[in-house]
């Protein structure tokens, strides 16, 4: 029963695939640590698309819902159906974090196909979207089990890692499989848009600038139905932890 070596490694191999990176990148040196300029830029963006179209929701409400408002009840609503479907009836403190989850990573996605890429020059490489960075997707993906643990123990106390041992036999592989849900979680949106990206730039470099551009929209409705994935599966997951079975 290996079980600590193999964690202590499969944390070691998140670190080590943090240093991956495709093409040229710019950095900011911030004390000792080293930090990708172009993925924050882009978050901060993203960020405040997010904040300002929240601004903009709430702000001055109407009786009878105007276009932008309606607009964004059907997304309150879609992302309330989605946390209810995947929880259950406990659902409600969690439509925050879902729909957080979803929506960063819905407009992040499609930040990397929409948003100009000269729109702010840097020294060094291009804007790109922040979840085809490893960073960002394995902390998502930590976020994410944070939050079923999170979830697990406010209801069920300690009694909560009871589920390890249900059978003792698997309790190696009961406790290997929290180490390889943000695994799993963070590889399958980086692999996804990483690829989608790569393609993008690889057909613009080779053919006239229309032929990348049916590509370009099946990269948009890939980028929506990972956004839609992950938040599943971490809705998923919470619900879960709380019921306490697999």
């Not at 989605?82 to 957080?100: A, R």
């Not at 960063?104 to 804007?127: C, D, M, T, Y």
Request: charged fraction near 10%; include cysteine; hydrophobic fraction near 50%.
């Amino acid at each position: 029963m290996n079980v600590l070596p193999c964690s202590v490694n499969t944390l070691k191999g998140l670190y080590d695939i943090s240093g991956v990176e495709v093409g040229q990148h710019f950095y900011w040196q911030r004390g000792g640590f080293q930090v990708h300029a172009q993925v924050l830029i882009t978050s901060w963006v993203v960020i405040a698309i997010l904040l300002g179209s929240a601004v903009i929701a709430v702000r001055n409400p109407q009786t009878i819902l105007t276009n932008g408002q309606n607009f964004f009840e059907h997304v309150l609503e879609f992302i309330r159906d989605l946390s209810k479907t995947q929880i259950g009836e406990e659902y409600g403190p969690w439509v925050p974090f879902i729909g957080t989850m979803f929506l960063f990573i819905f407009v992040s996605n499609w930040s990397g196909a929409l948003l100009p890429r000269k729109i702010i020059q840097l020294p060094h490489g291009e804007l790109a979207a922040p979840t085809n960075d490893i960073n960002t997707t394995v902390a998502l993906a930590l976020l994410t089990s944070v939050a079923y643990f999170y979830a697990g123990l406010s209801k069920k106390g300690l009694g909560y890692f009871g589920k390890y041992i249900q059978p003792t036999i698997l309790l190696p592989i009961n406790i290997l499989e929290d180490f390889t849900k943000p695994l799993s979680l963070s590889f399958r949106l980086f692999g996804n848009i990483l690829a989608d990206e790569l393609v993008v730039v690889v057909l613009v470099s080779l053919v006239p600038s229309v032929v990348p551009i049916p590509v370009m929209f099946l990269g948009l409705f890939t980028s929506g139905i990972q956004a839609l994935i992950f938040a599943t599966l971490a809705a998923a997951y919470i619900g879960e932890s709380m019921e306490g079975h697999h």
